[in-house]
């Protein structure tokens, strides 16, 4: 049975492929193998056990083997969980795999001449009755590297005639930009000294380069290009940014010598939309963010007449909009989740390219989404089409995080816990603190595992890969519990298993459990976008009540439960806390160093604070305001994320080791 066909999907199971007429997905061999034995018994009900003793014979049995492949088999067949078309969940039963039997009464030539003539046909009435429709390509499968650089190459910037790109290679302050001939494969180095550069931008007839230059402060500059050496000439300094950083990621330089690009204000992380007139070399704000979004992404049309903008506007949610240049007005096209990295147009000016995270998505004027698939597990930035709309050429984003421990008595002294090749973060001890779970994006899915005694466990395998928002433990340590977007999962560490929840909020972020309630503290943005605020999420009602919120964008929120269920949380600088009258009252306020972790008990609580130099433990005595300091420990590129209970164990995240690529996937 080497081939054979799952509703539109045709399987070629010795090269580990399931096609369709839109994607082409190689799958692991073990993938392949289940979903083999699930064809081979199609229309049954196959438990767990008989799958993996078929698949994984003389080995230990394990649920969570099962449930990733068909985790990934879902997605390879473009269904959902929840309303599957072909894989069928049986609770505490199995799965079975529900096709219909082909056809066999109709000669297979007769049957594609058929369909041929019937889609040649259809196309040939659309493009009558529609002859301006733009035709979009969005099936892409082959993905090979532009540059044969060990160096990494970030901020891909695409010439307006195609030809050539520019982007900078190197590490932090090693950094130089470069230029690359697309057809012939040359490449030219633009600046010689080195340094730390980013937010390329070609002028409109590719003549400049401008980019932005990052010392003490940063620097907006461009240079002239010579036309058949392709070497610099004539840099000019344009702008020094004093209050402002520039954010985003590229500069659009438009016809009529203005430069587009968002900054942040350093002050509050206000952000706006700015342009510099290169002519008066003045400068001045287009569009400021509302509420508390924060805008991150923009993208100059091809005819000039629009800016497609991307901004952060609540948990998980990024909105895509259209502003008009000429008349100012702002049309949102959509919201998106799982992040946003990128920003551009399609040469046809009627699709916008998204680099969402792991994947890309287009979206037409009307808001309509189509997703792009190809194998991928690393994060994307920058994608741009090419002149011809035929390749896509962008950034790809390895990253690499581990997990490290130090102690109270040795603060400097770190052990490695957790290393891996992929992103390991959010330890949380349990009650005891004799153990931790941790997240882990390994081969591009999203999982938890439980460290003990140096030994890691997978104990949640993400059927449907979903971003995974916060993790707490029971109080009895023998439940972990994490959230989707819009599903909670209570994991039973004794009996291995989960239990799924739906519930009919957007998502929030998990944070404490109560000791008194069957509930969870959670971080809430209401839907407004504009309320921040802690929240109780009843597990036996589901219901979800806010708590007194400011409305004010927070830099940080520290959050935490005492032993009567009195909530604390804070902002950059202060402490609150919501008494048992259910009022809300100021408890401490830091001097200068701002919160980034907080514990609270009935008459003490322990505050992390942080800047540049690093971290500092403070135990407050709530009834005499004693302070005492009890932890010191330095930055040095790791981040102090969680503490034992007792506060004699602290884990730290390590610098993320980033390798960038760019590649072209046509």
Known sequence: MGKFVIGEFAIDVSRCKISSADTEQVVEPKVMDVLQYLYSHRGEVVSQEQIFSAVWPNATFSPSYVQRCIALLRKALSEDSKNPRYIITH????????????????????????????????????????????????????????????????????????????????????????????????????????????????????????????????????????????????????????????????????????????EKRQSDNHTQLSAIDLTTQEKRAIKSSAGQDWMKLHALSPNQQYIALASEAGQNKYRIDLFDVATSKTKTLAIVEDAVHGLSWHPDEH????????????????????????????????????????????????????IIRSTRQEPTQFETLVDTSSVDFLPVYSPDSSKFVFESHRFGIKQLFLYENGTQTLIFSNPDNEELFGIVWSKDGEEVITASKNTLFRIN?????????????????????????????????????????????????????????????????????????????????????????????????SPAKEIIGLSAEESAMTVTLADKDGYVMNEIDL?????????????????????????????????????????RLN
């Open 623 to 663: 009834k005499t305001g004693g302070n005492k300091t009890i932890f010191n420990g330095k930055d040095d590129g790791k981040m102090l994320i969680n503490a034992s209970h007792d506060f004699q164990q602290f884990l730290y995240l390590t610098e993320p080791k980033r390798t960038r690529t760019l590649v």
């Open 351 to 402: 699709q916008l390219l998204i680099s969402n995270k792991h994947e890309l998505q287009l979206i037409d004027l009307q808001g309509q989404l189509t997703k792009l698939a190809f194998n991928n597990y690393h994060i994307i930035r920058d994608a741009h089409f090419s002149l011809s709309g035929n390749d896509i050429l962008m950034e790809l984003v390895k990253v690499d995080v581990d």
């Open 91 to 262: 609770p505490k039963r199995g799965y079975s795999l529900e096709v219909a039997e082909p056809q066999r009464n109709i000669p297979k030539r007769i049957y594609l001449s058929a369909l041929v003539i019937l889609i040649v046909t259809f196309i040939g009435i659309a493009n009558w009755l529609y002859p301006d429709t733009p035709q979009v390509k969005t099936h892409f499968t082959k993905l090979v590297p532009i540059s044969s650089s060990e160096e990494n190459e970030s901020s891909i910037s695409l010439s307006h005639n195609g030809k050539y790109i520019a982007f900078v290679r190197g590490d932090k302050s090693n950094q130089t930009i470069w230029l690359k001939n697309l057809r012939s494969g040359k490449e030219v180095r633009l600046t010689q000294k080195q340094s730390t550069y980013h937010s390329l931008g070609w002028s409109s007839d590719d003549s400049e380069i401008a980019f932005v230059h990052q010392q003490d402060t940063q620097t907006l500059g461009y240079f002239t290009l010579d036309k058949l050496t392709l070497q610099p000439a004539n840099y000019r300094e344009i702008f020094t940014f004093k209050d402002f950083k520039v954010t985003s990621q590229q500069l659009a330089w438009a016809s009529d010598n203005h430069i587009y690009f968002i």
């Open 493 to 589: 560490l004794k009996e291995e298993s989960f239990v799924s929840i739906p519930h009919s909020y957007h998502s929030f972020y998990l944070r404490e459990m109560y000791h008194h309630e069957d509930a969870i503290l959670v971080s809430y943005r209401a839907a407004d976008g504009v309320t921040f605020h802690p929240a109780k999420f009843d597990l036996e009602t589901l219901e979800l009540t806010p708590y007194t919120g400011s409305g004010e964008r927070l830099a940080c929120y520290a959050m935490d439960i005492d032993e009567q269920d009195q909530v604390y949380f804070s902002n950059e600088k202060q402490v609150f806390r919501l008494n048992k009258n259910k009022e809300l009252e100021t408890v401490w306020q």
